[in-house]
């Protein structure tokens, strides 16, 4: 059973982002481990320290999260077969809700409705990016390697 504590997202303030910069470089030094778990100390609010034992794999997501906090971005969660609306998938995508739509209607990225309302997997949403991504890498490349061809002054 999962449970999610903490729904809000917010920028974070300027303590939050100096703490996230250093709790960043001070955790990813020691996750250059195989270790598949590893034991922390938190502290509660009578300043008793409690080890806790957290996979490895969660404190690296962890340092990521302390990454985007530390450039003063909002994070927010998704587990992998989370479901979003189709605002929340054009705001992962940068894209408009309308263009999104088309998409899903062209049939290039798969959805399914609940109700009146179109519904897509986050796993499918990253992979549609993945893919959009590297086409664009590929176009891009092309373009530099045919201004390098025609002398364009991109060398």
Not at 24 to 41: C, D, G, K, M
Not at 74 to 88: I, K, M, S
Request: hydrophobic share 40%; glycine share 4%; aromatic share 4%.
């Amino acid at each position: 059973m999962s449970q999610s504590i903490h729904t809000e997202t917010s920028l974070p303030i300027e303590r939050e982002v100096q703490a996230a910069i250093q709790g960043q470089r001070a955790l990813a030094a020691y996750l250059a481990t195989r270790f598949e778990t590893q034991r922390i100390q938190i502290f509660d609010e009578r300043n008793e320290a409690h080890q806790i034992e957290l996979p490895t794999s969660a404190l690296r997501l962890l340092v990521d999260i302390l990454a985007e906090l530390a450039d003063g971005n909002a994070v927010r969660v998704v587990p992998v077969h989370a479901e979003l609306t189709t605002q929340e998938a054009a705001d992962l995508l940068n894209v408009s809700r309308p263009h999104l739509v088309k998409l899903l209607e062209a049939g290039e990225l798969p959805f399914h409705r609940t109700g009146k309302h179109r519904r897509v997997r986050f796993a499918d949403l990253m992979h549609y990016k993945g893919e959009r991504d590297r086409s664009s890498e590929q176009a891009l490349a092309e373009l530099a390697r045919q201004a390098q061809e025609l002398g364009m002054g991109y060398e």
